[in-house]
């Protein structure tokens, strides 16, 4: 087990924040903290966690604390990335991470903790989960794990300005979808994080592999309007180990050591975009959000870290290197 | 091989919904793309279980020729490949198979449209391909990929096999070399794509066995070396999906499967996995 610089987040600042978190959840705001609702800002946790051997559960729990989650009783979706599976590469969410959300949120008291994910390049999701390890690190995972690309669909529409779009009706069930992304660098929309998860809640089976569907229609709009479509979501960004350069499948591994949390996707987005150097108001995707949401620095109330205290700079491939943060 | 394949029919018989159909894993909602690869599995018989999805899958076809993906949705899908090919291995090739087919051949990919060649010409480099090589796309209005252009390839030969005026040689002679320009560095396939700013993509089992049975034999191809490779592959890979594929592929041209392990179950019971495991590829797809 490696040293805990988690512990910098000092006792104070952690007690207060959390203080006002279960005042917020006890008024059975599951989406932002109460604290967030008066001040119109979103509250995103950054935590440290230089590897994945640190207690992550204990890590999350503080995190949901600062941004008041509430999940007792609902039905939860958690939307790891699984875009892709390369053993020498970090595509996707590590099972470390996911293994550690599942055993927080039957610590938080989730009536169905759900996992689903469709796969965006290869068919075989349930070979996918297994070779990341998924299998092996959670308890139950077979009964627990939904292929998002052949899942039943419902109808969504209008979406991103076209007549609308079948979803996998397991994740629009869900009382809470919780994206769980890798902190990567992307080299189509500058970085993919919690919103850009989200791809992976259209069905392949509908759109194929890739989902050229979301290509031709726009990326960036494809992304905002997933956001629209989930209101009820949280994030919660693997960063330990993200992928720089040429993401989000052919990049490199780059240690940041952070795990970043929070209930608005785009807020989260915009912190992790901050934490790697990137501009998030050069991010097409989060411009869109932006006009319903907080990506704006000063609407975001930053809790535990600072970003400041966890800046990793990501190598960018040269056609968004006009994104660099300055 | 015949108790492997009796084996997988057994279980698709036992896995068929009341609507005839067939979903992606048992209990599921019945699809077309797994109802029509269990019907290629139990042509041969034409028993009950066949005659019921039979019955479903021809309640599908849409007014416009194609098929709709399953009862809820009401848009063309690109397993309307995997209809036609149905068809013509049963030899019903009536007024409903000319309008699958004449959906099918209007169906291309929008690279070869002027604007997408025009980008293209303007920023080659982004992705490297041909765009003046159509072959087929997931769903009208997009891009050609090799999983939908290999299905729709199989359809037309079966199909050209069965008709009497097989027009489609520039099709068919076109979508051969749109995958050939498509083919990874390594000597396979991946979804669609060989060089991405710059950078090779690897290819990926599932997709080259695909390629390789849409090629047909095709002159351009070392099949020798692709084949071995292909068995290689077979060996090394995990993936229940790519190994029946694979496993499929070597059917196809040297007319055996290699042995299959036993059945993982916890891999979610996949009865797409079932169905092409099932299906004599080598008399369906023989190669010329």
């Not at chain 1, 006890?26 to 207690?55: E, N």
């Not at chain 1, 599976?85 to 039957?106: G, K, P, Y």
């Not at chain 2, 019903?92 to 198979?97: E, H, K, L, M, S």
């Not at chain 2, 051969?176 to 396939?189: F, I, K, N, S």
Request: aromatic share 8%; net charge positive; glycine share 8%.
């Amino acid at each position: 087990m490696e040293p805990d610089p988690g512990c910098l987040i000092t006792r104070r600042r952690f007690l207060g924040a959390a203080a006002a978190s279960a005042v917020a959840a006890g008024a059975g705001c599951a989406r932002r903290s109460l604290a967030a609702y008066q001040t119109g800002k979103a509250a995103v946790a950054i935590l440290r966690a230089p590897s994945y051997g640190v207690d992550l559960v204990d890590r999350m729990a503080r995190g949901a604390a600062l941004c008041g989650l509430q999940v007792r009783g609902k039905r939860v979706l958690l939307k790891p990335n699984l875009v892709e599976f390369d053993r020498n590469s970090v595509i996707h969410t590590q099972a470390e991470v996911l293994a550690a959300a599942v055993s927080l949120f039957e610590r938080l008291g989730a009536r169905e903790i759900l996992i689903g994910e469709g796969p965006g390049h290869r068919r075989d999701a349930w070979f996918l989960a297994e070779e990341a390890g998924y299998r092996a690190a959670i308890p139950n995972f077979e009964s627990r794990f939904v292929d998002l690309n052949r899942d039943e669909v419902s109808r969504v529409a209008p979406f991103a300005g076209n007549a609308g779009i079948y979803l996998a009706r397991t994740a629009l069930a869900a009382d809470l979808v919780v994206s769980i992304a890798r902190m990567k660098t992307h080299h189509w929309a500058g970085a993919t994080l919690s919103m850009k998860n989200l791809f992976g809640v259209v069905p392949g089976a509908l759109y194929g592999w890739p989902k050229n569907h979301l290509h031709q229609v726009g990326i960036a709009k494809c992304v905002a309007e997933l956001y629209r479509t989930f209101p009820h979501t949280f994030a919660m960004v693997d960063g330990i180990v993200g992928m720089e350069g040429n993401g989000p499948i052919q990049g490199l591994a780059r240690s940041c050591g952070v795990l970043v949390m929070g209930s608005d996707l785009a807020a989260v987005d915009a912190t992790c975009c901050r934490v790697m150097g990137i501009d998030p108001e050069k991010i097409e995707y989060l411009r869109l959000a932006a006009a319903r949401r907080q990506v704006r620095e000063q609407s975001i109330e930053q809790r535990g870290e600072t970003i400041a205290q966890v800046r990793t700079p990501f190598e960018l491939i040269p056609e968004f290197r006009h994104v660099r943060l300055l | 091989m015949e108790k492997c394949v009796e084996s997988c029919l057994a279980r698709l018989e036992a896995a068929q919904n009341p609507d005839g159909g067939w979903g992606y894993f048992p209990g599921k909602p019945s699809w077309l793309e797994p109802t029509a690869y269990a019907l290629l599995a139990l042509s041969h018989r034409r028993g009950p279980a066949f005659e019921r999805g039979w019955h479903l899958l021809r309640s599908w076809q849409m007014a416009c020729g194609a098929w709709r993906p399953c009862a809820g949705v009401d848009q063309p899908h690109w397993s309307t490949s995997l209809a036609l090919t149905l068809h013509s291995v049963t030899g019903i090739c009536d007024a409903a198979f000319q309008r699958g087919l004449d959906w099918l051949l209007t169906s291309a990919g929008a690279e070869g449209r002027t604007i997408a060649r025009v980008v293209h010409w303007l920023c080659p480099s982004i992705v490297e391909f041909d765009p003046g090589l159509a072959g087929w796309p997931w769903e009208s209005g997009a891009s050609s990929w090799v999983e939908p252009t290999a299905h729709a390839l199989m359809a037309l030969r079966c199909a050209v096999r069965r008709t009497k005026k097989p027009d489609w040689t520039s099709r068919i002679t076109v979508s051969e070399r749109m995958l050939l320009d498509r083919r990874c560095r390594d000597g396979g396939w991946n979804y669609g794509n060989r060089r991405v700013l710059g950078a090779d993509l690897p290819s990926y089992p599932e997709t080259t066995a695909l390629a390789l049975m849409a090629l047909d034999g095709h002159a351009a191809v070392a099949w020798g070396a692709a084949l071995d490779q292909v068995k290689r592959t077979w060996r090394e890979t995990r993936s229940p999906l790519a190994r029946a594929w694979l496993s499929s592929c070597l059917l196809m041209y040297r007319g055996e499967r290699p042995q299959t392990a036993e059945r993982d179950d916890r891999t979610g019971n996949d009865l797409l996995v079932t169905a092409i495991e099932g299906i004599r590829w080598n008399q369906i797809l023989a190669a010329s």
